[in-house]
């Protein structure tokens, strides 16, 4: 029978302590996950996981060590205190190092509203492999699809459990559905790839395997003929896909990690316009059935709705414990972790504020353009935000599909491109990063 995870918390604080650590914190995690891939109706592969993994950091004044295992056996934690303990001695002084002190501690625990787990039982793999092949043959009932890179379906279900020696101790579990199609449309030289996907929560909310396929398929077809768009400064579009992305680069520059060493953008831009007025990016840790929800951060502390932008404003970085010791400001109760690395800052479910137009109006207005559908590569300066990526997608001649596109770059400046972005009103609700297709003016193509 496998052991509690609060027994196993429980036994690695109880060997800290034993072995000399003045604090410690635990994580144990336990998980199964299986995914079936397809090729030409057939089981192409199976793969199925399960396993527990725990994690502990201990403290001896300002200096701090981790470790981890997935042996569970007692002899092993008490080796793991003890190995902790001796690299924690060794370790230089962390001045920001520690844990919440007992009032920052999350007093409600109660996941249910999250409905972060999804209690219809464990799929058979038949089950999966009837989604992937469904998902694959609605792909290549496409005209014009060659053929399908893969099918796949896949199911997970993890639980965790955090403990302290500060008194916190909580848990949550979660569950994890997906469908995914990738289809190859041409021959040769002239072949283009696409896919599609979801991924929920519940498996019920999943989109119908034959939907995906023919997205997939309609997608990679439509990429037929594709060709390098003109050279020079024209409205980009990004699309919905992808749009989440350039939102992703103020995030990352609006971390307390990159904030404290220096290496951000924003810096000295807090309460200043990035984004235009009528926009925000609102953090929501607690939406329910979304990936990025969670009770509590990875140090105890109670998650809660805030603004990163508001009203076009930076409002404030994302922090941890640490980072925000080191930057004079409380934790956002934004730390994460796994099992063999100390808590970092990072943010959850987001949600960019939406426009009022589709994203065909905005197509319209671009005139002439380049609509982004796919990205590759990234070269982001983090210090001015001078951006440079691969593109590929659709050109734009007076607000209608001309042609598709590959091979090109778009380059730009990433505070001026967001201080003009137009959002859409076709964002995705149940995403845990919920954004918009974007139209951003004036960007440098080089295509032929």
Not at 111 to 127: C, K, R, V, Y
Not at 174 to 203: H, L, N
Not at 351 to 360: E, I, N, P, V, W
Not at 379 to 406: K, Q
Request: charged share 25%; aromatic share 4%; proline share 6%.
């Amino acid at each position: 029978m496998d052991r509690p995870l609060e027994d196993l918390t429980g036994a690695l604080l109880r060997a800290a302590k034993q072995a000399g650590a003045e604090a410690a914190d635990a994580l144990a995690v336990t998980g199964q996950a299986q995914i079936i891939d397809v090729r030409a109706g057939t089981l192409e592969q199976a793969e199925r996981a399960e396993g527990t993994d725990i994690g502990l950091r201990v403290l001896i004044g300002r200096r701090q060590a981790c470790v981890s295992a997935s042996d569970t056996r007692d002899a092993t934690i008490a080796m793991l205190a003890e190995r902790a303990v001796a690299m924690a001695r060794e370790a230089p002084e962390d001045p920001h190092a520690g844990l919440a002190d007992p009032e920052q501690l999350a007093t409600d625990r109660d996941w249910s509203a999250l409905e972060l787990h999804d209690s219809a039982p464990e799929p058979q793999p038949a089950e999966l492999q009837d989604r992937a092949r469904a998902a694959e043959a609605a792909a290549l009932a496409v005209e014009g699809v060659t053929q399908v890179q893969s099918a796949s379906a896949a199911w997970s279900d993890q639980r965790l459990h955090l403990a302290a020696t500060n008194g916190f101790s909580g848990s949550y579990r979660r569950s994890d559905s997906s469908i995914s199609c990738v289809a190859i449309s041409g021959e040769g030289t002239g072949m283009q790839r696409d896919y599609d996907s979801d991924a929920r929560v519940f498996a019920v909310d999943l989109r119908a395997p034959e939907e995906i396929g023919r997205v997939a398929g309609e997608r990679a077809v439509a990429q037929i003929g594709a060709k390098k768009p003109p050279t020079g400064r024209y409205p980009v579009l990004y699309d919905e896909r992808i749009s989440g992305s350039l939102v992703g680069h103020l995030l990352a520059a609006s971390n307390g990690a990159s904030v404290a060493r220096g290496s951000s953008w924003l810096l000295g831009k807090l309460e200043e316009q990035v984004l235009p007025e009528a926009l925000s990016i609102i953090e929501d840790p607690r939406r329910p059935r979304a990936t990025g929800s969670r009770p509590f951060d990875a140090e105890g502390l109670p998650t809660a709705r805030r603004a990163i932008v508001e009203n076009g404003r930076l409002m404030g970085w994302t922090l941890d414990l640490a980072t925000g010791r080191k930057l004079g400001m409380p934790s956002t109760a934004n730390a994460r972790r796994g099992t063999s690395a100390p808590p970092s800052p990072g943010v959850g479910n987001i949600a960019l504020t939406q426009g009022d137009k589709s994203r065909a109006d905005l197509l319209r207005e671009m005139g002439t353009g380049l609509w982004v559908t796919s990205m590759i590569g990234a070269t982001i300066n983090p210090n001015t935000g001078d951006y440079s990526r691969g593109a590929s997608g659709f050109w734009v001649e007076n607000g209608e599909i001309a042609y598709p596109v590959n091979e090109c770059t778009i380059a730009g400046s990433l505070p001026e491109m967001l201080r003009r972005i137009v959002p859409a009103n076709d964002a995705r609700p149940w995403l845990s990063r919920v954004v918009p297709s974007l139209l951003v003016e004036g960007m440098t193509l080089a295509g032929d």
